[in-house]
């Protein structure tokens, strides 16, 4: 993607698989076309290099632009590109590509011979080709550089055959479209159907005091014929995230009618589905290319709706001309085609008002366990804020809920310690989120230093209370920091502690103490090739649905990287550890499918009773009765009875008991 100013959809080797031809731009004026031959395998690449499709085609050296169309409808794709005339010429020449008996392509300057039209700029305007008059052949839109006041759309009718096209100017249909421009800048003309009747209407980009956004000139019949104009709307009613730089129908589900791809000044494009025949779904794009930001990136895996396949929050920084913008972009992967893509949700609603920062950290947790999330945040500034949605699909209104991080609630100036780096986990197994936080101190002898603290989450009925466990602190390496995260490695039921540090390096400490109470050791060389830049902000997750956790990580160049867990590791009894009291742990995950750990703890030898019943009180499965040493361990439960059948989706308890004595018992979800 990088360097791409044109795009091209169209299947050039008639193999039934799309082909895409990419002009890039390496610096300069020069440029070259690199071809994608469309594949039918059901796992990436989707889309493989393959110059062949290209042999032949020698462009002078200003040349731009690149198109797919048929324009001599003989079911074969041709190719057009723009070049100047001559080196420092100011006039334009379409070239029209197109195989010769051996499959090469050679160019045929005759086609677009009678096209006059001058531009300053090569990259913005490429033609775009559409039977507008209904006599079974292509015509043209193109655009040019523009007076004040007006859009330089320029409209040409083929009054010729598909065979020997004969261009002619129709000024007449754009007249309005030239005469009311949307914005100061505009280009990137194209004809699609983008409202609820059977006219095509012309959709172009324009730019108006740097806000960059698409204008649809609805079409309009009468005995003139086929026109542009009526009340200009903007697509989608508002501005896109990234810009939008080129248009590009095509019909991508192949369902007849056409969809709309928009490459985006992020070197990125996103896919505009049809909703029916008319107008496009905004809520069911796809990106093609990688989610990508102006500056800091970071990343967030969610499991919104409950499918067990886990989606994505992207967020990231831009610049505008008036202000910087940070924004927030929920992503699930679903299947277009065959091919496994993002697709946009807009499930995150982020808070009004919300301080506009290049360095953040944030989460979304349930901190007092009343099923409404929390967004958890502090910015670069170490403001530690934290808000509620009542809303469990995150639409709803985000208001302050400061009071549940009330000990860590910065207020500048108004104290010696500043909170920041939040990362909430349930390190204790008690089915509540405790907290580890990087502390700065400004008074007495520690002034100026930094370290991490962790606090344990102590629920009650007037609300939550937050106890500091230094306890905890046990191994850890407390001058390591910027960017901390939590997740189960090793799958051996506790939480992990990931940090990234701003020289780009991710440092590893696994939880080598119990359940109940973590201790940390460095493992050094698990990331040890992996460079990631500066302000390295992981998330772990089962993005590949393999049972282990994978990893996003943003950094300060607005990149978001993917690296899928391919180790090795299983999930074993352990024991040898001596906890000094008992303890039965939530099941993690809760809820889950189809498997579940349960970890428990027991301070002297005896005789242990495992048990899970159904909510009728009835025994569904034996796990552990065996006499065990003194211990943490670790049972996996695959969602079977004792039959070896699977058990229903439903709330099951498990049970533990020492000595033939109860111990504890906790409740556990099964969804199918």
């Known amino acids: 993607m990088d360097g791409a100013t044109s795009w091209a959809w169209g299947d050039l080797d008639r193999d039934g698989f799309s082909d895409i031809v990419v002009r890039k731009h390496g610096g300069g004026v020069e440029s070259h076309l690199v071809a994608f031959r469309g594949l039918a395998a059901s796992a990436p690449p989707y889309w493989a290099a393959a110059p062949d499709l290209l042999s032949g085609i020698s462009e002078p050296v200003h040349s731009a632009g690149v198109v797919i169309a048929d324009l001599d409808g003989d079911g074969a794709p041709n190719i057009i590109t723009l070049s100047l005339r001559e080196p420092g010429a100011p006039e334009l020449q379409l070239l029209y590509w ?5 499959g090469a392509w050679f160019a045929d300057s005759t086609i677009f011979e009678t096209i006059e039209t001058t531009e300053s700029t090569l990259f913005s305007n490429d033609p775009h080709f559409a039977d507008i008059d209904g006599d079974d052949d292509l015509d043209m839109v193109i655009g040019r550089e523009a007076r004040f006041g007006e859009l330089g759309v320029q409209f040409f009718e083929n009054i010729g055959t598909p065979d020997l096209p004969i261009w002619q100017q129709d000024s007449s249909r754009v007249a ?15 004809f699609v159907h983008a409202n609820e009747d059977t006219l095509l209407d012309l959709l172009l980009v324009f730019e108006i005091e740097s806000a960059i956004s698409v204008a649809v000139y609805p079409g309009i019949a009468d005995t003139a014929g086929l026109r542009w104009g009526g009340n200009i709307e903007a697509l989608f009613g508002h501005n896109f995230d990234a810009g939008p730089q080129q248009l590009l129908p095509f019909d991508v589900n192949q369902d007849g009618h056409s969809d709309l791809l928009i490459l985006e000044g992020s070197r990125t494009g996103r896919v505009y589905l049809t909703a029916d025949s ?29 499918d067990f396949e886990k989606e994505l929050l992207a967020v990231g920084h831009f610049a505008s001309f008036f202000n910087d913008i940070t924004t927030f972009q929920s ?51 170490h403001f530690f804020q934290a808000y509620e949605n009542s809303d469990a699909n995150l639409q709803g209104t985000w208001k302050p809920s400061n009071e ?11 104290r010696d310690t500043l909170y920041f780096d939040p990362s909430f986990a349930d390190l204790d197994r008690d089915d509540d989120v405790d907290l580890l936080v990087a502390a700065r ?28 466990r230094p306890d905890w602190l046990s191994g850890l390496d407390t001058d390591v920091l910027f960017l901390s995260t939590f997740s189960d490695l090793d799958l051996d039921g506790d939480q992990d502690l990931i940090i990234g540090n701003n020289a780009g390096k991710l440092v590893y400490f696994e939880n080598v103490g119990s359940a109940l109470r973590p201790s940390w050791q460095l493992i050094p060389d698990v990331f040890t090739d992996m460079d990631v830049f500066s302000n390295a902000a992981p998330t772990f997750a089962d993005f590949d649905g393999d049972g282990r956790p994978d990893l996003f990580i943003g950094n300060q160049y607005g990149q978001l990287l993917y690296f899928r867990n ?11 550890r001596q906890p000094s009291s008992f303890g039965l742990l939530q099941n993690y995950p809760n809820p889950f499918n189809p498997a579940t750990t349960i970890t428990y703890e027991i301070s002297n030898a005896g005789l242990v009773q495992l048990t899970i019943y159904n909510i009728r009180g009835q025994i569904v499965k034996k796990m552990v009765e065996t006499v065990q040493g003194a211990g943490s361990y670790n049972v996996v439960w695959d969602g079977t009875a004792d039959a070896g059948l699977p058990a229903a989706s439903g709330v099951y308890v498990y049970e533990l008991r020492l000595h033939k004595q109860l111990v504890e018992r906790k409740k556990m979800v099964l969804i199918h």
């Open 176 to 190: 309005f479209v030239n005469q009311n421009p949307p914005g100061f800048v505009s280009w990137s003309p194209v």
């Open 404 to 414: 549940l991080i009330a000990p860590f609630n910065n207020r500048h100036l108004q």
């Open 331 to 381: 992503y699930k992967k679903d299947t277009l085609l065959g091919m496994e893509l993002w697709r946009q949700t807009g499930w995150f609603s982020p808070p009004e008002q919300f301080n506009i920062v290049l360095r953040f950290k944030y989460q979304i947790t349930d901190i007092d366990n009343n099923d409404q999330p929390n967004f958890a945040v502090t910015t670069d500034m």
């Open 441 to 468: 101190f400004f008074a007495g002898p520690d002034s100026g230093k930094t370290q991490y603290r962790f606090f344990e989450n102590d629920l009650r009925q007037q609300g939550v209370v937050w106890h500091e």
């Open 278 to 306: 008319a107008t496009f779904d905004r809520q069911n794009y796809f990106r093609v290319g990688p989610v990508r930001f102006q500056f800091t990136a970071s990343a967030l895996a969610l499991n919104h709706d409950s």
């Open 566 to 576: 391919e180790s090795i590791v299983s999930v074993e009894e352990r024991s040898g």
């Open 98 to 102: 197109r195989k010769n008996s051996a």
